[in-house]
Nanobody, 115 residues
Framework: QVQPVESGGGLVQPGGSLRLSCLASENLFTIDHMGWYRQGPGKQRELVAQ???????QYADSVKGRFTISKDIDKNTVYLQMNNLKPEDTAVYYC?????????WGQGTQVTVSS
């Protein structure tokens, strides 16, 4: 398998929290870059959070202060902790890994924020 695998999506009320997981298909210490993207209904795909091999991270303005990206080397997993969720966060969330100059995409996990 060459795709990363996402999990953890679901339905949550506004103000709630979810943690998404991405199991990488290669060892994390060999992956140059991991990113979380999302695509909402009728919207273009956007980059929301990213983390580099040695730990630097960056976030889209829309999620700063609410989302945190992290990784666990032992579990070979990248996480996206999402707090204070808003309806506009509703989207399919995709994990991407950059390895050997090639982008590998997961199938996505649905996050729905609604009352």
């Amino acid at each position: 398998q060459v795709q990363p695998v996402e999990s953890g999506g679901g339905l949550v009320q506004p103000g709630g929290s979810l943690r998404l997981s991405c199991l990488a298909s290669e060892n994390l210490f060999t992956i140059d870059h991991m990113g979380w993207y999302r695509q909402g209904p009728g919207k273009q795909r956007e980059l929301v959070a990213q983390i580099w091999r040695y730990g630097s991270s960056q976030y889209a303005d829309s999620v700063k202060g609410r989302f945190t990206i992290s990784k666990d080397i032992d579990k070979n997993t990248v996480y996206l902790q999402m707090n204070n969720l808003k309806p506009e966060d509703t989207a399919v969330y995709y994990c991407n890994q950059l390895f050997g100059g090639v982008d590998y995409w997961g199938q996505g996990t649905q996050v729905t924020v609604s009352s």
